[in-house]
């Protein structure tokens, strides 16, 4: 069974970085396209980047473009994000997911879904 676990997320104040992580507890994890998603309360599902198998090629959307960077690791089985001059608008549950679908930014291309971890970001 695919299992994704997010980590590295807390409470910061706006302006620090963060670095999110990703880890399958799957080899195949290197063959795989990833990706990025965040939550707010209230609201939908929002993509945030993907990355292809091998991390030489990336997408991010629009709004995300400049304060965040995706990143793998496949000898870790891992992805990372890193959010730098956070906002408090980063607020979110953002989780990592994989897709069959390289260029993809809608969250029902992606799946299975780790369980989130939590960025909270003070103003």
């Known amino acids: 069974q695919v299992q994704l676990v997010e980590s590295g997320g807390g409470l910061v104040q706006a302006g620090d970085s963060l670095r999110l992580s990703c880890t399958a507890s799957v080899p195949t994890f290197s063959t795989w396209v990833m990706g990025w998603f965040r939550q707010a309360p209230g609201k939908e599902r929002e993509f945030v980047a993907a990355?292809?198998?091998?991390?030489?090629?990336?997408y991010y959307a629009d709004s995300m473009k400049g304060r965040f960077t995706i990143s793998r690791d496949n000898a870790k089985n891992s992805m990372f994000l890193q959010i730098d001059s956070l906002k408090p608008e980063d607020t979110a549950v953002y989780y990592c997911?994989?897709?069959?679908?390289?260029?993809?930014?809608?969250?029902?291309?992606?799946?299975?879904w780790g369980q989130g971890t939590q960025v909270t970001v003070s103003s």
């Open positions: 990355t292809n198998p091998r991390g030489t090629n990336t």
């Open positions: 997911a994989r897709t069959l679908t390289y260029g993809s930014r809608w969250h029902a291309d992606f799946g299975p």
